[in-house]
């Protein structure tokens, strides 16, 4: 390329677009105000935790510490503590197993340690987390390769075969489970101190012990070659010890935007650079960084503790009401009315369809939701782009209103930046967008605004609604529903000292709707509310904010609360009512006292268009101050929805996008559809330099205190010149998309092209509605979990269901009917529960200034496979955070080990149980008062699982087909069904269920009727079990000796037989060795044949060898000599007896009549005998050779794990006991079987083949489930295994099983 063509570059970035400042006016003000720059001001960021280490949140502009303080609101990194230790040598044995030295220059006047430990991944984010183990793992894993190089693969030796494969297994069973930080906790005489082993050394003689950061500014590096910091906090008089992390990225570049300082490059710093921040940590590590009631609750305490003016919160999900809930409560009436606190959240990012708003951010009174916006300095700046475009909402922010009507989204600021971001993540700044960056900028223009209040007015803390309506009101105008507008930091600012002295600033008004139910605005959505003339009583009051001087106990004389009684006395406002459209007509005027009072509203919205939005508002205005802007507007909404004709299909016609252009549409969805198909088509007519775009899809309807996200779509389509054809041609585009639907509800069909897509698109759009659906159903739809709610419930006991299927939309065609099941769910009852008032300080409800109670549930399961895919619900509290009666639902799953296998809060989702075995669920209901938490200690725990083989119920046309075929079926013809049809149907419930389920258990499935409608949930109740007799009395015929048989000798022959059941059970209860004899050889001699015989000489063994599936080194299993010579005698007695017999089962096992299938069970029960005989023979050579003299209490420094005696005896014995395990290996049908392994575990201790032994003891452990009942057996032979990998001088192994003792096998259940 020619260099003189070279285009010289512009010589300036656009930095002012990197944090953009200055479309809010947020930079001029700072440049025209430098003092009012945030100082003054702390800002509370509810998220996942600040990184300490983050660049420009050091100091303020004005030189102070910029983190007021770190608080892990979560509690998910405390560590609960020991009780007082002492040690004149400053040495202690750790919680880890590791011996701590502890720093001589540490101050302890007491002289009184507490020790805790905690996993190092419960407190990693998981980007950190994947870091540290990927690390581990490698070097790990280089050094067990290391030691598997060194072995001999000689196949013909089974101890160096029996090595390789140990090492093979004991690889393929490695899992890093993390380090284990031991914690050391003192009083140092002024305040609470602790170090933390961070290199798992126990060294700590060298090491500083940090204070709580609020107090001392100490901050220390968790991981060091992963730049990950942490903080500390200490709680319950020393007891808990708080190790403050952060769970994500998130926070940390929330707090850049809003309070960055960069004093080297200014550019960079946040929007209000000398705000102090107070870091919230709401996003809960053991949840993937979700927030949690607890966190949540917990932070507002610290807002109110800690004097926040603002609060910042980026976090938020859909709800299933707005404004309502405890939290919401908590946070209007005491964060921002009595302490008057400015709250902002986020909106969401769930658009761009309708009452996409999320909680709390757009769904709650006292709270602002920000909407987010891109401007022209952030194109520039952050985005590449070759082509700017207009200034725009970004098209994936949430819009407004909420289902009751509210406008949803306040105010609109910039949402994205590219600022401070973590230490860990090796960038110091980087770009992010989302309502979750709006938020913090609106906050920092708060905090701007509040700091110039303090300066420059003074006075009182300032009322948090004097700042939204200034911010509110001179927003600018940007097009968007209801008005909302773009902020602008000096005009709000301009007006907030215009209005200085009008006290009626300080209030802002509720609008209360009496209509089918109490909404805060007028929302007309569904077709029958648009159908008619409405009239709607509208109440609007005042609120006032209130002060905690006012609260009694501080104000025992009333004088603040006489201020504000006199305030609400004196105030009064004649109000003028305007409708912004002629549709809606209202009284000129109403008088207003600080009760409120009531209009009522004219809407008629019949000669509206179909199909389209509408948006109108009634502005009250004070008479007094008409020019100040409305003082409350109530917010309209009307989708009247397109009707759908006879085709049911909808052509919406082609549409023209444009950069950030939406178009919505809206449609009554006919009754009895199931099923909608969106197809979109784009004939790519347009020349191939025309850019691509991307339209976003997005459809949405709306149900009755559910989530929007319960029936939506949400699609990112392509369209543009990658489907062009070779040599230019241009080949249709077409796109389909399906969704489930509820008919009779109203669907918006949104499309947008997305806000960067800088050309012209037109694209073709038509809806079409299927549906199949009972007659008493209205369809399947989606639940809020995200599964098919019941449209049919079937009673598997009465064997046959009947449904009716209609087609309501549409004729039906190929209509094929499939029923599957794959799933079943189980009700558990709890086995304890306690409720009892939470102890710590964090843990005082704010409304009521008392201890939050907490509802304990235990509940007990047993899983009967490794891996099992498991489902909680409780209906009643989970799947809710913000509208959520309750404080908080968690759980937490434990196995037998104590282990905490997983844990959820508030939302429940699929996970897997690791290993069969009884498990443990601890769930806790947190509440502030005992009385409501008293209606849930019976509450059941609902299990779904999974089955392993999913069941198919047959489907027919009528009655008779369930049953027979000889009477003919009724089939459609070509699977047809005309509009308006019906026809029944037959479920065949004459299948048996499948083992792992029981009588009331719900099994659950679908049902798909075919391929263009939607699939419907089914369930099943499983019936009783019944027990019906093969053959009956009359079919089953007498033997020809039974025949001959007189009815008295029949009854005896009967009689005898009882006798011998009864004397059989006895010989296992009687305690006397010589009684035992005695019975075992009246049965002996008085059996008929030697099937008899094996059957008394097997109930003798039992009895003398009473802990056969114990590990023959446990006490439990202890024979002495002469006992063990006696089951020697019986063993050899028994096995002897049934050997011919049990030899022929291999003969059997294809057996096909009934005589072959009874010869295969009686050699099947002598093998069963054989093994028995075997099993218990190796048992007692084992203890005769002295092979069980070892303690489960070994040392781990005993020079033998056992001992065996050199004498002629026990050589024999020992030759004996070779022969006994060969012979079982034979009769055994696999060596990894416990049988075996618990028979010949000490053979091979014994003959020194220690890896045997290693890989006996390995494949034990992986099968055996984990009970209580087999805990000792467990431990005892998780003690051999260390014991063998010690002889075997496998120290990393040894080591490893050490290092992770603690944690696979903690001495107690870890704390919610």
């Not at 027919?956 to 029944?984: H, I, M, N, Q, W």
């Not at 029960?1165 to 303690?1191: I, N």
Request: with cysteine; aromatic share 8%; glycine share 6%.
């Amino acid at each position: 390329m020619d260099s003189a063509a070279r285009t010289t570059p512009r010589t300036e970035f656009p930095t002012h677009g990197l944090l953009p400042r200055a479309d809010t006016q947020a930079a001029e003000f700072v440049r025209k105000y430098p003092k009012y720059d945030g100082r003054g001001t702390v800002a509370a960021v509810l998220d996942t935790g600040i990184d300490p280490g983050a660049k420009g949140l050091q100091v303020t502009s004005d030189g102070k510490r910029k983190m007021l303080d770190f608080i892990d609101c979560t509690g998910a990194g405390d560590v609960a503590l020991s009780d007082a230790k002492t040690s004149p040598n400053l040495e202690l044995r750790g919680g880890s197993g590791r011996l701590l030295r502890l720093n001589p220059e540490w101050e302890n006047p007491t002289g009184n340690w507490y020790l805790g430990m905690k996993l190092l991944y419960d407190l990693l984010p998981g980007d950190v987390r994947a870091n540290v183990k990927r690390d581990r793992t490698e070097q790990f894993e280089r050094k067990a390769q290391q030691l598997a190089d060194m072995e001999d693969s000689d196949k013909d030796d089974p101890e160096a075969k029996a090595r390789v494969e140990s090492l093979k297994k004991l690889s393929e069973m490695y899992k890093d489970e993390g380090p284990i930080l031991d914690c050391v906790v003192f009083h140092d005489g002024t305040q609470w101190r602790a170090a933390i082993d961070v290199d798992e050394s126990g060294e700590l003689s060298h090491a500083a012990a940090l204070g709580a950061y609020k107090s001392t500014g100490d901050v220390g590096l968790l991981c060091r070659k992963q730049l990950f910091y942490y903080t500390l906090n200490f709680y319950d008089q020393g007891r808990t010890l708080s190790i403050v992390t952060c769970a994500g990225t998130h926070a940390t570049h929330v707090a850049g935007i809003l309070a960055a300082y960069h004093p080297d490059e200014p550019e960079n710093s946040g929007v209000a650079p000398g705000a102090q921040v107070l870091s919230l940590m709401i996003g809960d590590h053991r949840v993937g960084s979700m927030e949690t009631g607890v966190g949540l609750t917990r932070a507002v305490n610290a807002i109110v503790e800690y004097g926040a003016d603002v609060a910042n919160m980026s976090y938020g999900e859909p709800s299933a009401t707005s404004n309502r809930g405890q939290w919401i409560q908590a946070v209007s009436r005491e964060v921002v009315q009595r302490h008057r606190c400015v709250f902002v959240s986020s909106a969401g990012n769930e658009g761009p369809a309708l009452s996409t708003v999320g909680s709390p951010g757009g769904t709650t009174d006292d709270v602002i939701g920000v909407g987010a916006y891109v401007c022209l300095e952030q194109m520039q700046a952050e985005y590449g782009m070759y082509k700017e475009v207009n200034d725009a909402v970004f098209t994936w922010s949430s819009r407004g209103p909420t289902p009751d009507g509210d406008s949803g989204v306040n105010i609109y600021a910039p949402g994205s930046a590219i600022t401070s971001f973590p230490a860990y993540t090796r960038e110091r700044l980087h770009l992010a967008n989302g309502t979750s960056m709006s938020s913090p900028n609106l906050c920092g223009i708060v905090a701007l605004l509040i700091s110039a209040w303090k300066q420059e007015i003074g006075g009182e803390r300032i009322s948090p609604f004097r700042v939204r309506n200034a911010i509110e009101r001179t927003g600018k105008a940007i097009g968007e529903l209801h008005g909302a507008g773009l902020v602008q930091t000096d005009d709000a600012w301009q007006f907030m000292k215009k209005y200085v002295k009008r006290t009626f600033e300080d209030v802002r008004y509720t609008i209360s709707i009496d209509d089918t139910s109490i909404a805060r605005g007028i929302y007309l959505r569904e077709p029958e509310e648009s159908a008619n003339v409405r009239f709607f009583k509208i109440m609007a009051a005042p609120v006032f904010p209130t002060s905690p001087e006012a609260q009694a106990e501080k104000d025992p004389q009333g004088e603040h609360g006489q201020q504000e009684n006199k305030l609400k006395f004196d105030f009064e406002q004649r109000v003028l009512l305007v409708p912004s459209v002629s549709w809606v007509q209202v009284p000129n005027a109403i008088y207003v006292s600080s009760i409120g009072n009531t209009f009522t509203a004219r809407v008629d919205p019949t000669q509206l268009e179909a199909g389209r939005l509408h948006t109108a508002t009634i502005d009250a205005y004070d008479s007094d101050c008409v020019d100040r802007g409305p003082i409350f507007s109530v917010p309209i909404t009307v989708t009247k929805p397109l009707k759908v004709d006879d085709s049911a299909t909808v052509e919406l016609g082609t549409i023209r996008f444009r950069p950030a252009d939406i178009a919505r549409h809206f449609i009554g969805v006919p009754v009895g559809a199931t099923r909608a198909e969106i197809t979109m088509e784009a004939d790519n007519s347009v020349s191939q330099a025309v850019a691509p775009s991307i339209i976003y899809l997005h459809c949405l309807q709306l149900a009755p205190e559910s989530r929007f996200r319960k029936h939506w779509l949400l699609q990112r389509v392509s369209i543009g010149h990658k489907t062009f054809g070779s040599g230019g041609s241009t080949t249709p585009q077409r796109h389909r998309s399906m969704m489930p639907v509820t008919g009779g509800v109203t669907l918006e069909v949104c499309l947008a092209q997305f806000w960067n897509q800088v050309d012209m698109h037109d694209v073709k759009v038509t809806v079409k509605f299927n549906g199949l659906v009972p007659v008493s159903s209205g369809g399947g739809a989606f639940a809020d979990s995200g599964m098919l709610e019941p449209a049919l419930v079937l009673n598997g006991n009465h064997l046959v269901a009947r449904a009716e299927i209609t087609s309501l939309v549409r004729p039906e065609y190929s209509i094929k009917p499939s029923a599957t099941l794959d799933r079943f769910q189980r009700p558990l009852r709890p086995n304890k529960a306690t409720i009892f008032p939470l102890t710590s300080e964090r843990d005082t409800h704010l409304l009521t200034g008392t201890a939050i109670q907490c509802l304990e549930l235990e509940y007990k399961l047993e899983i009967s496979k490794d891996k099992t895919s498991v489902r909680f619900f409780m209906p009643a509290v989970d799947t809710q955070i913000y509208e959520s009666w309750a404080d908080n639902f968690a759980f937490s799953v434990f196995d037998a080990n104590k282990r905490r296998v997983a844990t959820q809060i508030n939302y429940t989702s699929l996970l897997s149980l690791p290993r069969q075995g009884e498990y443990l669920i601890r769930a806790h209901i947190r509440h502030r008062s005992a009385k409501d938490l008293e209606a849930l200690k019976n509450a059941p725990l609902l299990v779904e699982f999974t089955l392993a083989s999913s069941i198919t119920l047959p489907i027919e046309y009528s009655l008779a087909s369930v049953f027979t075929d000889t009477v003919g079926s009724s089939t459609y013809r070509g699977g047809f069904l005309p509009k308006g049809g019906r026809a029944a149907l037959f479920f065949n419930l004459c299948k048996k269920v499948p083992s792992e389920v029981a009588p009331g258990d719900i099994l659950r499935g679908s049902l798909t009727l075919n391929n263009v409608t939607a699939k419907l949930g089914i369930e099943m109740i499983v019936p009783a079990k019944t027990k019906v007799a093969n053959e009956t009395a009359a079919e089953k015929p007498l033997a020809q000796e039974d025949q001959d048989e007189s009815p008295a000798a029949r009854e005896q022959r009967e009689l005898e037989k009882e006798l011998r059941r009864v004397r059989l059970s006895w010989v296992s209860k009687v305690k006397e060795d010589s009684v035992r004899d005695a019975l075992v050889s009246e049965l002996t001699s008085s059996s008929s044949d030697d099937e008899q015989r094996a059957e008394a000489l097997a109930a003798h063994l039992k009895a003398l060898d009473d802990a056969p599936s114990s590990l023959p080194w446990t006490e439990a299993a202890h024979l002495a000599d002469d006992r063990a010579q006696r089951i020697l005698e019986v063993a050899s007695e028994l096995s002897e007896l049934v050997r011919p017999l049990a030899l022929t089962a291999r003969l059997y096992e294809s057996a096909e009549s009934d005589e072959e299938k009874r010869e295969r069970k009686r050699a099947e029960q002598a093998r069963s005998h054989m093994r028995a005989a075997l099993q218990s023979r190796c048992r007692a050579l084992a203890a005769l050779t002295s092979l069980t003299s070892c303690s489960t209490t070994a040392s781990e420094d005993s020079a033998e794990f056992v001992h065996v005696d050199s004498s002629t005896d026990v050589t024999a014995y020992l030759r004996d006991y070779e022969k006994a395990a060969a012979e079982m290996r034979q009769w055994t049908d696999s060596t990894t079987s416990a049988a075996y392994l618990i028979a010949t575990l000490p053979l091979f201790i014994a003959k020194h083949q220690y890896a045997r032994a290693l890989k006996g003891s390995l494949d034990w452990l992986e099968k055996a489930p984990l009970q209580a009942s087999n805990a000792t057996e467990r431990k005892s032979m998780a003690e051999l295994r260390d014991q063998m990998l010690g002889k075997l001088q496998w120290s990393i192994w040894l080591n490893h099983f050490h290092a992770i003792a603690p944690i696979v096998s903690p001495n107690a259940y870890e704390k919610l």
